[in-house]
């Protein structure tokens, strides 16, 4: 993918895709400028719902789109800043640090201590499980049902860039939405009578019965959109990083030598192989990106990997370097919908990192070519084999 967004980046920069009937934008600075204009809507389910679906298929599918339409990042001023406010509130910095003993405390029960060495499914033994019980305990689902909201999560994350998918994987995302919620359901309710200490539900829940802000549906919609962008991405932040780190072996030591670059790696990591490639809107009005002027409606993808490789805002960008300074980095989003558990995902990943470092000496694949999910939003390694040296 990258060799195609270079390409792009260099010969045409705001470039039509038919296949995907979208602008493909690749330069930071024009990446950058979409995020943060007015001009473009991140409302991009409402359009495809009201405008491609045919009134038979609008009410077939409209139990997904409304709760689609209750989460945060389809929302558009001046609702995103309401919602976001509520959401906020919920992620304060007391709530996320509250979590770091039990991520290690975690991290270290899924990775295998003592001497030698120790072969790792690196995804279903470390990089799955640790995030996806980390967001599922915050939002209070309980440890033995991780399975099933993976697999709902899968199921849903497929048609939430908005197309709501086609098919079969509608229907299925269709399913999984209503099961997902109906499952939260009494959880919410529970919370509501004993609240939490630190706990990111009951802050949620908090918000709505102050503010009056957060209905039930948004509630119940909100927690699902947690539980879906909480993990897998994280899940393969953690991976990339890994893998990353087994192909540079020099770094890895340079790492252990020097643990001050852990947070720098994180961000290097995010921008070298993030594990979101790209975000999409609408523009909602004409507007120039570029030398490219974008009809009103038009859709826009937000290339964040090719952003993340411009040598017009990074030197050498092909080059994995754990001491650069990649803070300007994309894979989080920005402007007002910049990444609400980036703190979090931080935390998750720079503690798993810190065990690695703590127990082993060296880390190498088990395998030359790593298989990816062939997703145009998401960079998700299919299996990382690693073997561990204590
Ligand atoms: C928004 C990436 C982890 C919750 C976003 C956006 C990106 C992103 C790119 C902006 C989407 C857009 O502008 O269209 C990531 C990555 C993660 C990660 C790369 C892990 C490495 C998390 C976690 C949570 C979370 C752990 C929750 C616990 C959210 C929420 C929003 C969001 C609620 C919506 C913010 C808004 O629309 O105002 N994320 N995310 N994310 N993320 Fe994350």
Known sequence: ?????????????????KAFRAWVVTRHADCLAVLKSPNFAADTVSPYFENRLSEREQTK?????????????????????????LMRGAFTPRVVEA?????????????PAGEGRHEVNLIEEF??????????????????????VSEWSKDIVEVAQGSLGSGDRRQRAQTAMLEFREYLRPIVEDRRRNPRDNDLLTELITAETESHQLTVD????????????????????????VIALARNPEQYRRLKEDRSLVRGTVEETLRFDGPVKSLLRVAVDEVQIGAVTVAK???????????????????DPDFFDVGRDASAQLTFGQGIHY?????????????????????????RLLTDRIEYDPKVIARTPLSVPVEFTS
């Open 127 to 148: 990089a799955f499980p640790l995030p996806a019980w980390v967001i599922s305990s915050m939002v209070g689902v309980h440890q033995e049902d991780l399975w099933l």
């Open 218 to 241: 948004e509630l119940l919609g909100g927690a699902i959109l947690l539980l879906v962008a909480g993990h897998e991405t994280t899940q393969n932040l953690l991976a990339n990083c």
């Open 99 to 111: 979590i770091r003993p039990a991520v290690q405390r975690m991290a270290s029960t899924l990775l």
């Open 339 to 363: 990444c609400l558990g980036a703190p979090l995902a931080r935390l998750e990943t720079q503690e798993a990192l810190n065990l690695i470092l703590d127990r082993y000496r060296s880390v």
């Open 61 to 85: 599918w409209r139990p997904l789109f409304d709760v689609l339409r209750t989460w945060i990042v389809f929302k558009d001023p001046p609702d995103h800043a309401r919602l976001r406010g």
């Open 1 to 17: 993918p990258h060799s195609y967004f270079s390409h792009l980046r260099e010969t045409s920069p705001v470039h039509w895709n």
């Open 297 to 315: 409606g038009d859709r826009v993808l937000i290339s964040v990997a090719g952003a993340n490789r411009d040598p017009r805002k990074f030197n």
